[in-house]
């Protein structure tokens, strides 16, 4: 009886694995064109396989990646000098931060061409050479779409301000002097935080969600969003193979400017998130663009669960993926996005957000799962523990959380080092617009300045955005320059060529356990179970596909903990950890994360 189950579970699994091979084929971007035919579904126990749901995707910041000419700022080329080393992670998918002519306001979300590379980042040939070299390797590339707005140093909002009948005019929100004082409307990064800015040459004012030299588009006007079609087919046509779409659930406006209801008095993005025509918008660029090529789509939306399934429901024919900020966002005081709860967040918390999105996304649409990007500090600090006892075993141990969801993973360039917190102490040292802006809010309003620096210390942009460290050379290999943000001292020890001498390192787990992902479909499409829901140190789960069930424990703590889960752990096999002695038995060390295979 025994070894008819293990027959049947071979063969499965063999099949499965030969249906992974042939998808990979068929998505092989040197194989077929880019821009290749939709991905068929397979048949067999999963329905509705998809690539991208299969991919592991690594974001890059560029201008903190590689610089290649001295001048302080990662860049293209400096990518393509790294490619080997990218596709020696075993990842499938490049998203890079916008890499497109901008002023850099808001470091590139701020765009003056859309169809122009950013100078401190190179040239379009430069960029033909990176798509080309990842596509040799089989990497894909996503790009990043701010349709939202554009920089106001672009050229239609340098012809729009010029008159009231300029033909541009109406690509941007306008309020005109004699109308009286504008609705309110809150900018995030403004150092007044109002979204209208005015504009003495037309007597008028602009509407800004974000920085003052950020407009927001006007999606109403048709002509906006064939100008936006126009240039993803221009990206497309070229051979990318996705986009990450910028605040998207922002672009539709009702324009006759209504007061705010009361109901997102404390929560503007969520009332910006709530535009009468976002999902007719986003589906008339699905028809439009998206629906012609075989390309990945992934929208940046702080939305609630109803409202992603909206945009990413196979059936809504809107976009494959979007990204939420619930999980993220814990930890913040009540009613405040700027400063970090000192007594932090609950496990328990955490264990319900991850959950309740993965059950919603069990039967319809696709998930999505990370814990660091641009926006975000780095995870170890946040999420983990970056005490020079415990930031390798508690990184890693994040790690396993990432690349063990039912959900395409999202992982932050530096995170398989294990790089933590710069944690400035000061604002000067700050770059980020939101941080300096912020900060001023705060002084102008006579607000605790202190509370907000070490507020910072955990939570700022800047953290997430310190070069990159490839060795223990000046500036960490990043540049032979002034790098255009402190590195992280750290680097002395922490960096690529430390850690790829290491077998344990962080950097050697991450490349373990992506391919362990990529060798074991139960992680990627495999149903989830909750257990040990009340802990509040463990977070344990169970994936089961296709008669095979892992066990993942993790250990949220610094002190030893046990998961209460009830399970017969005495023939289980350990198949992954992070302690070079897994636990076998449910009892875990600090930070420890193991993944088991459970008997039948
Ligand atoms: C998004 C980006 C963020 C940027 C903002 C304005 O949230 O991720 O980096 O500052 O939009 O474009």
Not at 204 to 213: A, E, Q, V
Not at 243 to 258: A, E, G, L, N, Q
Request: with cysteine; glycine share 6%.
């Amino acid at each position: 009886m025994v070894s008819l189950k293990f027959y049947v579970r071979a063969v499965l699994s063999l099949i499965l694995l030969t249906m992974l091979a042939c998808q990979n084929q068929v998505n092989n971007p040197n194989q077929t064109p880019v821009n290749n035919p939709q991905t068929p579904t397979a048949a067999g126990d999963i329905p509705n396989r998809k690539w991208w749901k299969e991919a592991v995707v690594y974001q890059i910041y560029p201008r903190s990646f590689k610089d290649s000419n001295g001048d302080g700022v990662g860049d293209l080329r400096g990518i393509i000098e790294k490619l080997d080393y990218i596709k020696s992670l075993g990842v499938d998918v490049v998203w890079l931060n916008p890499i497109f002519a901008s002023p850099n306001d808001d470091n590139g979300y701020d765009i003056s061409d859309y169809e122009a590379i950013m100078k401190d980042f190179g040239t379009m040939a430069d960029f033909d050479a990176l798509l080309a070299g990842m596509h040799e390797r089989k990497l894909k590339l996503v790009l990043d779409l701010v349709a939202n707005h554009s920089s106001d140093e672009h050229r239609w909002f340098q012809e729009a301000r010029k008159s009231r009948d300029n033909p541009y005019r109406d690509y941007y929100h306008w309020w005109n002097e004699e109308k009286g004082t504008p609705p309110k409307r809150v900018s995030f990064f403004d150092d007044k935080g109002d979204g209208w800015q005015y504009e003495p040459n037309t007597k008028s004012y602009y509407l800004h969600y974000f920085s003052d030299k950020q407009p927001d588009l006007n999606w109403e006007n048709p002509k906006v969003r064939e100008e936006m079609y126009k240039m993803l087919k221009f990206w497309f046509d070229k051979g990318v193979d996705g986009f990450r779409m910028d605040v998207i659930h922002f672009i539709s406006k009702d324009t006759t400017f209504p007061p705010i209801p009361a109901e997102f008095k404390d929560d503007y993005g969520k009332f910006y998130g709530s535009g009468p025509k976002k999902h007719e918008y986003v589906q008339e660029m699905n028809r439009e663009v998206l629906s012609k090529y075989d390309v990945m789509t992934i929208g940046e939306a702080g939305v609630g669960m109803e409202d992603a399934h909206n945009y990413v429901d196979a059936d809504r024919q809107e976009l494959n993926m979007i990204y939420h900020f619930e999980g993220v966002g814990l930890g913040y005081l009540p009613n405040s996005k700027k400063i970090i709860d000192p007594n932090g967040w609950k496990l328990t918390d955490f264990k319900d957000v991850y959950s309740r999105w993965d059950a919603s996304f069990a039967e319809k649409g696709w998930n999505t799962v990370y814990l660091g990007n641009h926006d975000q500090p780095r995870m170890v600090t946040r999420w983990g523990n970056d005490s020079a006892e415990f930031r390798e075993v508690s990184s890693k141990m994040l790690t396993t959380f990432l690349m063990t969801q039912r959900a395409t993973p999202y992982y932050y360039f530096g995170d398989e080092l294990g790089m933590n917190n710069i944690k400035f102490d000061q604002i000067e040292d700050y770059k980020d617009i939101e941080s300096i802006n912020w900060y001023k809010q705060i002084k102008d309003a006579g607000g605790d300045l202190k509370q907000f620096l070490d507020s910072q210390k955990i939570a700022a942009r800047d953290n997430g955005r310190t070069p990159f460290q490839w060795e223990n050379s000046a500036n960490a290999g990043f540049t032979s320059g002034t790098p255009w943000l402190k590195v992280n001292p750290n680097y002395q020890t922490v960096n690529v060529a430390a850690e790829e001498k290491d077998e344990n390192s962080p950097l050697n787990y991450f490349r373990r356990i992506v391919k362990f992902r990529k060798e074991n479909p139960v992680l990627i499409y495999g149903k989830y179970t909750l257990l040990d829901k009340a802990n509040e140190s463990v977070y344990a789960y169970t994936r089961e596909l296709s008669g095979k069930k892992l066990l993942i424990l993790l250990n949220f703590k610094e002190k030893e903990a046990v998961a209460d889960i009830n399970l017969d752990l005495s023939r289980a096999k350990v198949l992954l950890g992070n302690y070079a002695a897994p636990s076998t038995d449910g009892k875990l060390k600090p930070y420890e994360a193991v993944i088991l295979e459970l008997a039948n």
